[in-house]
């Protein structure tokens, strides 16, 4: 009898265990396609954002991606691998979100297999990881839609902060293969070209587009246009002007006729261009001398001014930069402008988190009638104007802070009126006194526009230089490939713009998410308050050394060559004092510097040790109050 208990206890424990197996996959079976992850970052980075989404619901027609990666091969590193997952996890919920209009392909391209000639045809370049041979690892990706079919050749974990774009970007390619054309015209070898002084220093001589024209050329068709144009082609939606120096009259006058058309114009300005390889380099007072580009005659005619002569000097928005004795010195015209110094309002700006802005000027005046201007970036109230020639060498030392917001991004809005009533520059108009009409062209000088019909939109920004990949982004050769890895946003506002202009807004939320770091501004303000306690008493010795060394002079122009000279007891009490006062400001200084040290100490301190103890915190006393509740309820029994 007892031996039957026993077995039955077996048998029933048995059955128990096949029946909670059967659960426990029937429930993996059931909640596997329903994918859940939970974001806990602070600004939701792994979760899609609302564009993709509104992307996703218009497809109608098939989408089909192919994601090729080296799963089985021992050599694809293990961060591949994880990264891998994370691709797969964000592909599911694609798929998800198209509603039946999107198939994921997962293909492993073993040597000798069709996964790998397919992945050839594809674009996909595998790469050799061992360099004395072995296997191709692959890690990309195909999106075709009928003939249409866009390639990401490899996914490199160090971009994964942008993959829902680039991801997002190549679904929009397919899906509407018809590309917006941009034009650029500009007075920087933004697509590359002939470039003497790399031949000079033993280089080839050429250099490649710059990385913005390439992102731009994968959404867009890119056209570029002479700085000399006298007209600019009718299909040109969107034009960029980059730093137009020297402009002529008459491109000046086809800008101005291209925007009364209704076409959108975005311009660059810069009154001190790093970039601008004219200058001299052995002589680089004469390169900022001769460096800057406006577009006066338009300005004029929509009510603004930019002074090529100043540059933006802010002591709040400062950027540190390595100095003469390596360490990092603060450049208080070269600009880190954060969220706070943006327009959040506008969907251009409203997400970008840092823009950086070399020697930027700025725009001032009040906006011609009909005209509406908003500040799309701007200074703080800590800053000034400074003539470029000084800012180039971290001048600025009287500096003195305005007060006032400059603007040094604008976007003008409403009807324009043209900047050439007496028509094209250069045109005869006596010429045409008497002439019948009829036998002029369609489109003669006595054509020209006066005003736009309906309302447009043109966007000035007071700096060039923010378009080089060097001041946004980190460019790696990876196996061939150029990869950019961002660590500020100046491309993202260059996209956006252009996006917002003339092509698919919905990209601009998507894009502006991948941020990579984030400025201490908390660390910023103590700086910046630091050097303004110190700055009058700077000033202060720095005007009794100069009225010293004026005195002294002045006491050595009668002195002969060979012949001794003698202060009086007076000279030699004031340069005494002098020299205390030096020693006492420097003390006060190095003090300041330690006080300043400390305050950054326990504010770093104080961060990590929030982040440390407050989720333990907060897990501990959960427990604790969950205790005591299941303990009054035990009581109460």
């Not at 509407?176 to 070209?193: A, N």
């Amino acid at each position: 009898m007892q031996h039957k208990k026993r077995l039955e206890t077996y048998l029933y424990s048995a059955i128990g265990v096949a029946v909670m197996v059967i659960i426990v996959i029937a429930l993996n079976i059931i909640v596997r396609p329903m994918l859940v992850r939970v974001d806990m970052t602070a600004d939701k980075a792994y979760t899609l954002s609302d564009g993709t989404k509104r992307i996703l619901s218009r497809l109608d027609t098939p989408v089909q991606i192919r994601f090729y990666f080296s799963q089985r091969d021992a050599a694809t590193p293990v961060d591949w691998k994880t990264y891998a997952a994370r691709v797969e996890d964000m592909l599911k919920e694609y798929q998800l979100l198209a509603k039946g209009n999107l198939e994921i392909k997962r293909l492993d391209p073993v040597p000798d297999t069709e996964a790998e000639d397919s992945a050839n045809l594809d674009g996909i370049e595998g790469q050799m990881l061992q360099p004395l041979g072995g296997d191709r690892i692959y890690f990309g990706l195909a999106v075709s839609c009928l003939d249409e079919r866009a390639t990401i050749p490899f996914l490199s974990p160090a971009r994964e902060r942008l993959l829902e774009y680039d991801l997002t970007r190549a679904i929009a390619q397919v899906a509407k293969p018809q590309k917006p054309v941009i034009g650029v015209m500009s007075g920087l070898q933004v697509f590359g070209g002939f470039n003497p002084m790399m031949m000079r220093m033993g280089g080839g001589g050429r250099t490649e587009p710059w990385v913005f024209i390439s992102e731009l050329r994968s959404d867009f068709d890119v056209r570029e246009v002479p700085l000399t144009a006298e007209k600019i082609d009718e299909d040109i939606k969107v034009l960029l002007v980059i730093y137009p120096k020297a402009i002529s009259e008459a491109a000046e006058y086809a800008l101005d006729q291209f925007v009364l058309r209704g076409g959108k114009l975005v311009a660059f300005l810069d009154p001190l261009s790093v970039m601008d390889s004219r200058g001299d380099p052995s002589n680089p007072l004469q390169a900022a001398a001769g460096s800057g580009a406006t577009l006066d005659r338009l300005l004029k005619a929509w009510g603004l001014t930019f002074d090529i002569n100043k540059v933006a000097t802010d002591k709040t928005y400062f950027t540190e930069l390595g100095g003469q004795d390596g360490r990092p010195q603060a450049n208080p015209s070269f600009l880190q402008i954060p969220p706070e110094a943006m327009d959040t309002n506008d969907v251009v700006t409203s997400q970008i988190s840092r823009i950086y802005l070399p020697f930027a000027g700025v725009f001032e005046g009040t906006p011609a009638e009909g005209l509406k201007r908003t500040v799309l970036i701007r200074t703080s109230p800590n800053s000034d104007l400074t003539e470029k020639i000084l800012a180039q060498f971290g001048g600025g030392q009287d500096f003195k802070p305005s007060g006032k917001e400059y603007a040094l991004a604008v976007r003008l809005s409403g009807k324009f009126k043209t900047a050439f009533p007496d028509g094209k520059p250069g045109h005869d108009h006596a010429e045409h006194e008497g002439e019948d009409k009829k036998d002029e062209p369609a489109a003669t000088a006595l054509d020209s526009l006066k005003a736009s019909k309906d309302e447009n939109v043109v966007v000035l920004i007071g700096d060039a230089d923010l378009l080089h990949e060097q001041f946004y982004a980190r460019v790696q050769n990876f196996f061939g490939q150029r990869i950019m890895i961002p660590f500020s946003q100046n491309l993202t506002l260059v996209q956006n713009l252009v996006e917002q202009l003339g092509g698919d807004q919905d990209l601009i939320t998507i894009r502006s998410r991948a941020t990579v770091a984030r400025p201490f501004t908390k660390m910023r303000e103590l700086k910046a308050q630091a050097e303004e306690r110190f700055a009058a008493k700077i000033k202060e010795l720095e005007k009794s050394e100069q009225e010293l060394a004026q005195k002294i002079n002045e006491m050595l122009q009668g002195k002969q060559p060979g012949q001794q000279i003698i202060l009086s007891d007076d000279a030699k009490k004031e340069w005494e004092q002098v020299q205390r006062k030096r020693a006492e400001v420097r003390e006060t200084l190095r003090q300041e510097r330690r006080n300043l040290r400390k305050d950054i100490d326990s504010l770093q301190t104080k961060l990590q040790w929030t982040n440390i103890l407050a989720m333990p915190a907060v897990v501990a006393l959960a427990g604790v109050a969950l205790a005591l509740i299941k303990r009054q309820k035990t009581a109460a029994r």
